[in-house]
């Protein structure tokens, strides 16, 4: 289990991030979170995925603290059982698919007979293999985001942290890349997203509302009716 305890962010701008909230994930759940933006969702993902730690509260992932370990420890934590998607695939630009996936475990020192196999599995379960040759300019949206996927599951991360991942596509590509991130979850990998998409809705195991920092839990359909008219959301801890 991954578990945000009552963590709290606040900005020098001002800004908040993310206040007394509780999130929990478990491997094989697919989370989505929903709100609007600089409600504090990106932030709660980014202390579960320990790259800002709490001004107060406690990060846990499997069952130990982490939110007060030091960077290298951190680094290790990240690079061991988590993976991360964002809104754009921030593929290398002259390296081909399967590079791109390559370079992610040569920086973890994995040696080239492992990393050949590993690279190919993660590929397949993509559905990019056949497009392992092909450098990003010659791939689509829905393809380069795939190749991402590929990228940070490669090291079989127990935590997948995903911003956005269907933000620059398309409805039916980004359809493609929910179902993917729901399979992938369902494969004992638990996937937290923040997201807009009104059709991740149907796609998850749970949907949250982030307002102000503040975590509810609406039922799904106050949530797809506040996605595709505004309509307000009555809070429900």
Do not use: C
């Amino acid at each position: 289990m991954l578990e945000l305890r009552n963590v709290s962010k606040k900005y020098a701008s001002g800004a908040v991030g993310a206040v007394n909230s509780t999130l929990r994930a478990e491997r094989g759940e697919f989370v989505a979170l929903f709100g609007p933006s600089g409600s504090g969702k990106t932030s709660l993902l980014q202390m579960a995925g320990l790259l800002i730690p709490p001004d107060s509260g406690e990060v846990w992932i499997d069952g130990e603290r982490r939110d007060d370990a030091s960077e290298t420890k951190a680094a290790r934590v990240r690079r061991s059982k988590l993976g991360f998607i964002f809104q754009t695939s921030g593929l290398l630009p002259l390296l081909s698919a399967h590079e791109n996936v390559d370079v992610s475990l040569r920086l973890l020192g994995v040696g080239r007979g492992t990393r050949t196999g590993a690279v190919e599995f993660a590929l397949d379960r993509v559905g990019m293999r056949n497009r392992a040759n092909h450098r990003p300019e010659e791939l689509s949206g829905g393809e380069q985001q795939r190749v991402s996927i590929a990228r940070a599951l490669v090291h079989e991360p127990a935590y997948l942290l995903a911003d956005e991942p269907t933000g620059e596509l398309d409805t039916a590509t980004g359809a493609a890349i929910l179902s993917l991130l729901r399979d992938v979850a369902h494969n004992d990998t638990a996937v937290i997203m923040a997201s807009h998409d009104p059709a991740a809705i149907e796609f998850v195991d749970r949907a949250l509302y982030v307002n102000d920092g503040h975590l509810s839990n609406p039922p799904k359909s106050a949530l797809v009716r506040w996605l595709t008219d505004g309509t307000p959301i009555d809070v429900v801890p």
